[in-house]
């Protein structure tokens, strides 16, 4: 049975029940459709359309919506037609009480890629929404074109033993230095201090789906169930087949910035406290990394691999002219 497609008939305008009720209707300055694809009976999920021309790319996240894109999306579309992908449970997709294992997540996804008809895309995942594509890539290499892992290609089922750190005094590390507290009070707030304190802050759409909304206007209890959010994560870790994938990669890790900059957010008392943090925060980072690289080298000798230091998980927000001059790049070289 081929999944049914519904098209939003309004461009997304952001009506979730009993949370706008006492606000006036909001809209989000993305330009994109907004399309409802149903994977199994009573499951929709929400797919992101900012059109465009060339080879289809499909976004997808961990636990965020589709609406994390809403930025670097539409600077793609002259050279690919993007999708942003919202998983179960999340967002605007629907959230049934099961169906939250990794091979369900590939599955969705595929009956998206089925329903909307795309030849050979890219898919273009960030944090474990990485898992889901390496999984769909090595039971379905026909039906893709390439993947990009937006800090998304580790291992998590490696432990701290696997990586062979040196040893660690942790009485021995200096105090954190607190950033500045996030602000609910609005949208607007939120956002500022969620720049202050990660240097990233998402678009106002994936908040307004995080979040449920006060009369007031302030920012209420999250919308995300701890529950999906276990399934997703903790329940769903399993030990990423890479050696199955054969379409081509481009992975991009994140490395830490220079370590002077991350030493002003301690306070450090003395040269011991420098050596320690140094060696938890600055290698520690710089070791799992490698790790990772030289695991999915190892996989994947063809992969392209590129490191962005000081960039944030959330990388295409961080660093979006460096994602989009690297996505560019890499598609270039596809067949």
């Known amino acids: ?42 499951v929709r999920l929400e797919v992101l359309d900012w059109g465009g021309t060339g080879r289809p790319i499909v976004f997808l996240s961990c636990y965020l919506t589709g609406h994390a894109y809403d930025d670097i999306a539409p600077k793609l579309t002259d050279r690919f037609h993007v999708y942003a992908f919202t ?18 997540s590939a599955d969705d996804l595929l009956a998206v890629l089925d329903a909307l008809k795309l ?7 960030n944090s474990c929404g990485g898992w889901t594509q390496t999984l769909l890539a090595g039971q379905h290499p026909d039906r893709l074109g390439g993947l990009v892992y937006l800090e998304a290609a580790d291992d998590p089922m490696l432990t701290l033993a696997d990586y062979n750190f040196p040893p660690f005094e942790e009485a021995n590390m200096p105090k954190r230095i607190e950033p500045p507290a996030l602000d609910y009070s609005s949208f607007d707030a939120y956002r500022r201090t969620q720049k202050a304190r990660s240097g990233v802050a998402f678009p106002e759409a994936e908040l307004r789906y995080g979040f449920a909304l006060k009369p007031d206007g302030s920012l209420g209890e999250s919308l995300l169930s701890p529950t999906v959010r276990r399934a997703i994560t903790t329940d769903a870790r399993s030990k990423p087949d890479h050696a199955r994938v054969r379409v081509p990669v481009l992975a991009i890790f994140k490395t830490p910035r220079p370590f002077e900059e991350s030493a002003k957010g301690y306070v450090i008392q003395n040269e011991s406290q420098r050596a320690t943090l140094r060696q938890w925060e600055f290698d520690k980072e710089n070791i799992m990394t490698a790790k990772w690289q030289s695991d999915l080298r190892a996989a994947v000798p063809t992969a392209k691999i590129v490191e962005l230091p000081g960039a944030s998980l959330y990388m295409f927000l961080s660093n979006e002219a460096d994602i989009i001059r690297e996505v560019r790049t890499f598609a270039d070289t596809l067949r």
């Open 87 to 104: 998983r179960r449970g999340i967002g605007a997709s629907d959230r049934p009480s099961d169906g939250y294992s990794l091979q369900r």
């Open 119 to 125: 030849q050979k895309p890219i898919l273009a995942a």
């Open 1 to 42: 049975m081929v999944p049914k497609v519904w098209f939003a008939t309004v461009p997304t305008v952001l009506v979730l029940a009993g949370v706008l009720a006492a606000q006036p209707a909001w809209r989000d300055p993305s330009p994109h459709q907004v399309r409802f694809i149903t994977v199994e009976p009573s």
